[in-house]
Each structure stands twice: as C-alpha cells, then as structure tokens.
C-alpha cells in the first residue's frame, strides 16, 4: 500500500477515534454532572425529611412548653415554627419538580396530613389554654391522640427519607457506572489513538521511510560517485519509497549502460588507432616479412580474443603459406592449396563455426572451432588470406566487427600487392630476365656497397665465361643458347650457395662476388664450380646439347684500393684462362705483367 493511503487511512481513523473519544468524555462529563445532580437531590431530599422531623418535634415542644409555663416566648416561638412549617409545606408542593417516584409523592402526601393533624391538635390545646383549660389543654398535648399523630409523622418522614435514599442511591450509582464506563471508552479511544499514531510513527515513518531511505542513502552517495557496481535491492512493496527505488535502479542502470557504451566507444576509439597505427606501418613496410611481423603484433591488440594466420598466395597461385601468426592458432594448417578455403573460392569472408551454419574449409582440423577465413584482394586479384580462429573463453569471430576485418584485410591486401608489385619492378631492376640472377646494376651496386660499409673486408671475384657459347646458338638455335644460360646459371647458384652472390656481367659471362673470403678459398670453390658445370649433363627438348665448359678468373682484394681493380684484374685472369685453351681457372696474382694478357675493352 502507498505511503500516502496508509497516511490518509491514519489520518482518517486518527480523526474518528478523536470524535469518539471527544463524545466520550463529553458523555462522561454529562454522566459526571447527573451524579452531581443525584448527589445534590439526595441531600436535598434527605435534608427536606431532617427538617420535617425535626419541625415537627420542635413545635410540638414549643407547644407544650406554653401549655405548662405559659410564657409567651414560647407561644411566639410556636408561632415561628408555624410560619416556618407553612415555608416547609410549601418546599414538599415544590418538590414534584424533582421527578420524585409515586411512594415518594405518596410519603410527603402522607406527611402533610399527618403533619396538618397534628398541628390541629396542637393549635386546639393552645386555644384551650387560652381560654383557661389548662388541664385539657395539656391533656390533648400530651394524650395518645397527640402522641399517634405525632409518631405517624415521624415514621412518615422515616419511610419519604428511606425512600428517596434508595431512589437517588440506584441514580447516583447509574450515573456513577455511566461516567466510569464513558471515561472507559474515552480512555480506550485516547489509548487506540497514541497506538495508531506511534504505530504510524513506527512503522510508516520509520521502517517504510526512515530505514529505506538509510539503505538508500548510501547507495545513491555511491551512485553519485559513478560506483554502478552498487547492489540496489528491490523493493517489491508499491509505494513512494519503492518508486524512488525503482528510479534509483533506472538510474543505476543506465549509469551501467552509459559506462558500457562510453567503454565501447573508448574499444572502438583504441581499435581504429590501433588499426590506423598498422595501416601507417604496413605503409613503410619494405619486405614481406616485415609486414607479416607488422601484422603478427598489431592483429592481436586489435583482436585479444581471437588467433590467426596471415597466408600469402605462392607464385603460381595454387597454394597458401603463412608468414606470420599470432596466439598460436591450431586449427588451421600452415599451408595448404588454394582451393582448400571456402572464402578463397567465393571471394568473400567465410565463418566456418561449430553449428555447422555453413560448409567448413577443408584446411580447418575437426576440431570445430568457429574460424573466420577473409580473402586478401587487391585490384581484383586474390593475393593471401587472413584467418582467425576463437580462443578458449574469448570473443568469439561472431562478435567480431565484420567492418573491421574488411577494412584491415583490404589494407593488409594492398600492402601486400604493393610489395609483390614492388619486389617484382626490383627484380626487373637488379636481375637478368633470362637467368634470375643480379644484373651489372647491381655487381656495380655491391661494389660501391663494399667500398663504403666495408673496406677492409677482403673480397674475392670471380670472371666466369661460357667456352664456345656461339656453337650452341649457330647448332641448336637461340632459345637452347638461352637454356644453356639458364643451366650455367643454375649450377653457378647451387655450387656458391651462401659463400657469395653470382651475376650475370653481360653476353655469356657470369662474375662471383665472394665477401670475407680468401683467394685459396676462392680458387678451390671456382674449380669446383667449373668441375660441375663440365660434367653436369645438360639436353634441351630430348636433344643433347654437348658438354659444357667455363673458363674462369680468380682476383682477391685486401685493402680498398684493391677493389677498385678488383674486376679487372679477375677479368685479366679470365682472358688468360682463354688464351690457355679455356676450361681452366687462372689466378690474377698469379700472372707476371709478361703474362698479362692486354685488358679487352669493355
């Protein structure tokens, strides 16, 4: 029940337990004034009967004391009692006012005439007296006749008096039981009403107001201080204080709610940051695999709940290989062919999920973890694949800002496009077409690279020059010359391995650049390089092209002033390895200034 009706229904009973407590006592006090009445009847009444009794003996001793003195004092006292008894008679014809009952009226009737008798009798033996009859006189006063008359008034007086004491004793007694009864109720009411009112007091002020709004108070100091964690309790009672609960749970609510979306709103800020933070390194990215590192740190800050891969499109575009991962995803494989992914086919995201909502990717294991696989496109040309996959008791790839992964797959894709584009115009810059190896642009690059970050490096060169290279296009054509380039150039990269870096100079001839080696190391790994070539097997198209020979030119630098001449003095051993009948290696530090051949012009 409301405050306000519990209010109004105490105000309401308050008011009419006062209006019957007033009448209460209203009718307490009238029962009070009617036993003052009764009271004051019965004493008048028995005041009445005292005099008539005592009137008529003092008349009738007036009157006999004259009979025998015979002074006159007690003739005019006699007289005085007459007058008085006339003031008496009077009093008894007045006294019907009193609603006397019916023997009462009766008694004082009886009174009157015996009284009247006995004042006959009295007047009659003053006459006599008078008239000189003393001893009838005193005869009469004091003869059975008198003393009969005398005794009826007295017993008269003594019935009225028992009476009207009984009469106003029952009325004094009613109105006594009457007026304790209404003081009773009056009492009653009065006790009811500070019952209702400290029960108001108590319960209404003090456990339906006071306590909730104790309990509350603390829980709205709270609130103000932006704590939404707060435990509000409900109130299931509908009244004022638990409306200003139900608000202060509105209020508690959409103090969470705000806080969910203000931290929302701060994720999705930090999340574009850091989105526009790898977008802002993918651009600066020079190499592949700087940009997997780039997107292995920046993927999972940006997504804590999920792992993945980044998976690039091999040459041919028939497989994918991951070049970089992130929370070690497991259901996914490190490669696999294009043809395996579901996303890959359709060009557009795919989530392979443990509902089974859609087809799963077959590169995925079956362990039914919810994976998301988003094609990596730029210029309409598939390139890669970015792929998450759901960590225990994380976010899951359903939840995940599709417009995110979009934006970031997009940007990853055109970064990687930029870098293929990029690595392919520098292969077309630094490498031969024909062979794959590095160009003159780049020997000279790595000549000028050797001179500036290290000078006092040594650095051995070799001159490697095909034997005969025009027989096999005048015999064979120009595309198995092309071959044969392809061949020596293939051995020349296999046999050098790491020890050093091969490019083709131009025409036929090939130079070896050997960093940190020394000139024997060099001589014994040219020889090597000339003993593959010439017994390597080489045919083209079910034809067998011969056997093939290199001649080659050994130098070695050791102080920077060396290297200048370095590709002259190997190409010096070249043209003398030529002029012994090819097929040979010849060191430059080797050759007197006899033997040293003329340099050809270049």
């Not at 061949?487 to 391995?497: E, K, L, M």
Request: proline residues 3%; contains cysteine; aromatic residues 6%.
């Amino acid at each position: 029940m409301r405050i306000s009706a519990i209010t109004n229904w105490a105000y309401g009973v308050t008011v009419l337990l006062t209006v019957l407590s007033g009448t209460a006592f209203i009718l307490s006090a009238n029962s009070a004034k009617q036993e003052r009445i009764a009271v004051q009847e019965h004493l008048t009444l028995d005041a009445l009967g005292e005099e008539l009794a005592l009137g008529s003996e003092e008349r009738t001793d007036e009157a006999r004391l004259y009979v025998m003195r015979g002074e006159e004092r007690h003739l005019n006292a006699f007289h005085v009692q007459e007058a008085e008894e006339l003031h008496r008679e009077t009093a008894i014809k007045n006294i019907h006012a009193l609603n006397v009952s019916p023997a009462e009226t009766a008694a004082l009737e009886e009174i009157a005439r015996d009284a009247e008798s006995l004042d006959k009798i009295e007047e009659a033996a003053i006459s006599s007296y008078q008239n000189g009859d003393q001893a009838g006189a005193r005869q009469m006063l004091f003869g059975p006749e008198h003393e009969r008359s005398q005794t009826a008034v007295i017993e008269t007086v003594t019935r009225f008096r028992e009476l009207t004491a009984a009469r106003t004793g029952t009325a004094l007694s009613q109105a006594q039981s009457r007026a304790d009864l209404w003081g009773t109720v009056a009492k009653t009411m009065l006790g009811l009403t500070a019952a209702l009112f400290l029960g108001v007091l108590y319960f209404v002020l003090r456990r339906r107001v006071a306590l909730p709004l104790m309990r509350m108070s603390g829980i709205v100091s709270r609130l103000a201080k932006q704590d939404y964690e707060v435990e509000v309790p409900l109130d299931r009672r509908r009244d004022e204080i638990s409306e200003m609960n139900d608000a202060i749970h509105i209020f508690r609510n959409n103090g969470r709610e705000r806080d969910r979306l203000d931290a929302e709103r701060l994720r999705d800020q930090q999340t574009k940051d850091l989105i526009l933070q790898m977008m802002h390194r993918l651009q600066a990215c020079q190499t592949q695999h700087e940009l997997a590192e780039a997107v292995s740190l920046f993927a999972p800050r940006i997504f804590p709940g999920l792992a993945g891969h980044l998976y690039v499109m091999n040459d041919s575009r028939t497989a994918l290989m991951s070049v970089g991962s992130w929370h070690e995803p497991h259901a996914s494989q490190t490669s696999f062919p294009s043809s395996a992914c579901w996303g890959l086919r359709r060009g557009r995201p795919h989530v392979s999920n443990r509902d089974h909502s859609d087809i799963p990717c077959q590169h995925l294991d079956e362990s039914q973890t919810p994976c998301l696989c988003v094609p990596l496109i730029a210029q309409g040309e598939t390139i890669g694949l970015l792929y998450f996959e759901d960590q225990p008791e994380q976010e899951t790839v359903a939840e995940t800002a599709r417009l995110y992964l979009e934006l970031i797959a997009e940007n990853i894709g055109l970064a990687v496009a930029n870098l293929q584009l990029r690595d392919r115009l520098t292969n077309l810059a630094v490498r031969d077409p024909l062979t794959g190896l590095f160009n003159r642009r780049s020997l000279d690059e790595a000549f000028n690279r050797h001179i500036r970050d290290q000078p006092r490096e040594p650095l051995v060169c070799l001159m490697v020059d095909i034997d005969h290279f025009k027989r096999f296009n005048d015999e064979f054509g120009h595309d198995a010359g092309d071959e044969v380039m392809r061949y020596v150039a293939q051995i020349a990269v296999d046999t050098i391995g790491d020890a050093g870096t091969v490019y083709r100079f131009g025409g036929e001839e090939f130079t070896v650049l050997l960093p940190g080696s020394t000139e024997e190391a060099g001589f014994q790994l040219a020889e090597t390089l000339r003993t593959n070539i010439r017994t390597t097997p080489l045919s083209y198209r079910g034809r067998i092209l011969g056997s093939v020979s290199v001649s080659i030119g050994i130098a070695s630098s050791l102080e920077a002033s060396q290297v200048t001449t370095l590709l002259m003095r190997a190409d010096v051993g070249l043209l003398e390895a030529k002029s012994r009948g090819r097929n040979v290696t010849v060191s430059a530090s080797q050759l007197t200034s006899s033997d040293s051949p003329k340099f050809r012009a270049r």
